[in-house]
């Protein structure tokens, strides 16, 4: 049965390119981009992205990864890339003049030069950590990977920007562990820093919920100096869980103090307390900071049963959090994370996309999807949650987090106003300037002209007829609006 609620109107985009989903960790690795594919086919067979506008995402450029990322560790992954990628990008530069190739071609095109004519490429880096432990190994087309994923957050934030969506998607994202040079937690690219960022140019105070089993280290530690974002971090911390940062006490540095909010807490938490918790900081939260927009990270690792998570939340008390946040009815993008039982983080993103759109979805996987033996023996969206496992987090500990929370909330001032000093160069079309002229329209005809290019080389174009939205850099392949299938 699908129930809908009475906040069912606003408008969604969802991001999603089936390219991402085939990349591999490597056999062993918990991490599964497949997952990212197994959601999608939910997403779909329940009917949901009809409900959407749904868009082919694309490639970050380098100069977009750039605005967080140190340059040289930008320069390192690149030599990552897929063969079919390398050889599309060779031939089609090889072919065309210079004036007529779109710049972030020709850019890889220049790198692809530079790591072929070095008799010997490193494949692993210590200052990087990228290929030196088996957290973080290197894959063919890991940089590609790395762009999909960011491209489609930073998507996010230009269609909640210019009004094309009051609710954004990218499941693919949420890499929250990423450092400004450093890769880690599996993660190499900091998608979530770069989307706020682009937030950033516009709107005054962003506010980050972090609801994934792990600290999200990496997006804190990227605004730690700043009152313009505030993170909110809800996870597990002690017994040298992963990456044990996140303690109480850690609250922000400079003008940036208090401004970061953590919450841990200990393994066994349950639905009730974690809800209850969850909700009486958040409304603190937004009460006092009143953002304009809020970025919420979805990592499904603290639903029960997950391979390196310890919580014992049902899919209905993670959704919980995300319909609590959506009812505050401001600008709200959702990514996703880490998520380790990959067929439950399927299960759970396609019951949070659900609750985006206002329906909640407790029904049978349906018997068309390709991988429905994966959520044998009940075949059920909802799986039941272990039972007899200790909550390890007592009621007057859980208080006194709240407690201390409040407190620090306390010292910041409500609502901070913030000057804005310089809007930034956007990548993204209509943006700063009102007019486009002829010399513009030629660049955007020219990075159209080979996505499309791109696409079916890579065999990921999913229709001839693909709408090319003239405000976004990735391709809309489905509008609510239509009455057409994907």
């Not at 606003?10 to 990212?36: D, L, S, T």
């Not at 089609?92 to 020709?106: D, F, G, H, M, Q």
């Not at 922000?252 to 938490?269: D, I, Q």
Request: net charge negative.
């Amino acid at each position: 049965m699908i129930q809908t609620d009475s906040d069912s109107s606003r408008r969604v985009a969802y991001f999603y390119n089936r390219f991402i989903g085939k990349f591999q960790y490597g056999k062993e690795h918990p991490m599964k981009p497949k997952r990212i594919i197994m959601a999608h086919n939910l997403i779909v067979n329940y009917g949901l992205f009809r409900q959407m506008d749904v868009y082919l995402i694309r490639e970050a450029q380098l100069q977009e990864i750039g605005k967080f990322h140190d340059p040289d560790y930008i320069i390192y992954l690149s030599q990552f890339m897929s063969q079919n990628k390398i050889n599309f990008v060779k031939e089609y530069c090889s072919a065309n003049n210079e004036s007529v190739i779109p710049e972030n071609l020709l850019e890889e095109f220049k790198l692809i030069i530079k790591w072929s004519q070095q008799s010997k490429v490193k494949t692993e880096n210590s200052e990087f950590k990228v290929g030196d432990s088996p957290d973080n190994p290197t894959f063919s087309g890991l940089f590609s990977y790395c762009q999909l994923s960011s491209g489609a957050s930073i998507d996010c934030a230009h269609s909640i920007l210019t009004g094309q969506a009051d609710i954004a998607i990218n499941w693919s994202g949420g890499l929250h562990h990423a450092k400004k040079k450093e890769a880690s937690g599996f993660c190499y690219i900091n998608d979530i820093v770069l989307c706020i960022l682009e937030l950033l140019r516009v709107y005054v105070r962003v506010l980050y919920v972090d609801i994934d089993c792990h600290h999200g280290d990496g997006v804190e530690e990227a605004f730690y100096l700043t009152n313009r974002v505030m993170t909110l971090s809800f996870h597990q911390y002690g017994d040298d869980f992963y990456p044990g940062t996140g303690q109480l006490n850690s609250v922000g540095v400079g003008v940036g103090r208090y401004y970061s909010v953590n919450v841990p807490m200990k393994p066994g938490m349950s639905d009730q307390p974690y809800i209850e918790m969850f909700k009486k900081i958040t409304s603190r939260v937004m009460q006092v900071y009143r953002p304009d927009c809020i970025v919420m990270q979805c990592g499904a690792d603290s639903l029960s049963q997950d391979k390196l998570g310890g919580f014992n939340l049902s899919i209905k008390g993670h959704g919980a959090c995300v319909q609590y946040m959506k009812s505050f009815g401001i600008p709200m993008i959702l990514l996703g994370g880490g998520g380790y039982t990959i067929q439950n983080v399927s299960r759970c993103w396609a019951y949070e996309t659900g609750i985006a759109l206002g329906q909640y979805i407790d029904e049978a996987i349906p018997s068309n999807d390709i991988y429905y033996d994966y959520y044998s023996p009940d075949y059920l969206l909802h799986f039941p949650i272990k039972q007899n496992v200790e909550n390890r987090n007592k009621t007057e500990d859980l208080n006194k987090i709240v407690s201390t929370v409040y407190d620090y909330l306390s010292h910041i001032e409500n609502a901070p106003g913030i000057h804005f000093h310089d809007v930034p160069f956007s990548f993204y079309p209509d943006m700063d300037e009102e007019n486009e002229d002829e010399n513009k329209e030629q660049i955007d005809q020219k990075q159209e002209v080979s996505l499309n290019e791109l696409e079916q080389e890579l065999g990921i174009s999913n229709s001839s007829k693909n709408e090319i939205s003239v405000q976004s850099n990735s391709r809309k392949i489905y509008s609510k609006s239509q009455q057409q299938d994907l």
